[in-house]
């Protein structure tokens, strides 16, 4: 069955800084990851998407993850936090074994940001 | 496209009653997805549908919990002899699922915030 872990719960961060948001999975098959991003008061939206090829994704709000495939790790990063990024951040994973396919969330990431 | 559209929005109940939510999917996404978020948590998986036909339903769905999509088009998840324990957001997902669409990501509603008293 596949899981996902995101170890940190909470990560303060002051605005213009680097972050780095991780997040683990375990799977016995391929898999597609994703980062959904929840802004307070708004539902879950998608951030960026693993699916094939390069293995660096990027959003067009200036986050990347990199799918690490020995590592099973696909950790999310911004160079420069803005005030506006302040939200809570889900890794999931779906298994692309064909026929029904379930997405596993993880628990989230609380980022603040500091101004 | 008008989104995943969830109703009530809030819903307040006493321990026993019956509550129905509904869901409003994306008009041409054939998979709907129910989930259930409580406090620090990522949303946990309950239910999956392509089309009209429930494929799959988590362990967390007790007897009490029944979902169902009869033409295909929107849903509704129904919770029996409430319990405190049933207080959490419940979150309803689409996506496209055929074809090359297989890997699109979840268009989520802005979930039912259930609190039972």
């Known amino acids: 069955a596949q899981s996902v872990t995101q170890l940190d719960s909470q990560v303060p961060v002051f605005e213009e800084a680097p972050v780095e948001l991780r997040c683990n999975y375990s799977?016995?098959?391929?898999?597609?990851l994703f980062w959904y991003v929840q802004y307070p008061n708004q539902g879950l939206q998608l951030l960026l998407k693993?699916?094939?090829?390069?293995?660096l994704v990027e959003s067009i709000n200036g986050f990347e993850a990199e799918f690490n495939k020995s590592q099973t790790s696909f950790h999310l990063r911004k160079p420069s936090v803005h005030i506006s990024d302040t939200a809570e951040y889900f890794c999931?994973?779906?298994?692309?074994?064909?026929?029904?396919?379930?997405?596993?969330f993880g628990t989230g990431t609380k980022l603040q940001v500091i101004p | 496209d008008t989104g995943v559209s969830q109703n009530p929005r809030h819903k307040i109940t006493k321990r026993g009653q019956n509550v129905t939510f509904r869901c409003d999917p994306i008009?041409?996404?054939?998979?709907l997805y129910w989930y259930r978020q409580t406090l620090g948590q990522g949303p946990e998986f309950l239910t999956y549908?392509?089309?009209?036909?429930?494929?799959?339903k988590s362990r967390l769905l007790s007897d009490r919990f029944s979902a169902e999509r009869p033409k295909g088009s929107f849903s509704t998840l129904e919770i029996q002899r409430t319990e405190q324990g049933d207080s959490a957001m419940y979150l309803c997902?689409?996506?496209?699922?055929?074809?090359?669409?297989?890997?699109?990501?979840?268009?989520f509603g802005n979930g039912t915030r259930l609190t039972v008293t």
């Open positions: 997902a689409s996506t496209e699922g055929t074809g090359s669409a297989i890997d699109s990501p979840l268009h």
């Open positions: 693993y699916l094939s090829g390069s293995t």
């Open positions: 549908f392509q089309n009209e036909a429930q494929l799959e």
């Open positions: 999931a994973v779906r298994e692309n074994s064909g026929g029904y396919q379930k997405v596993t």
């Open positions: 799977s016995s098959v391929s898999v597609y």
């Open positions: 008009s041409e996404h054939n998979r």
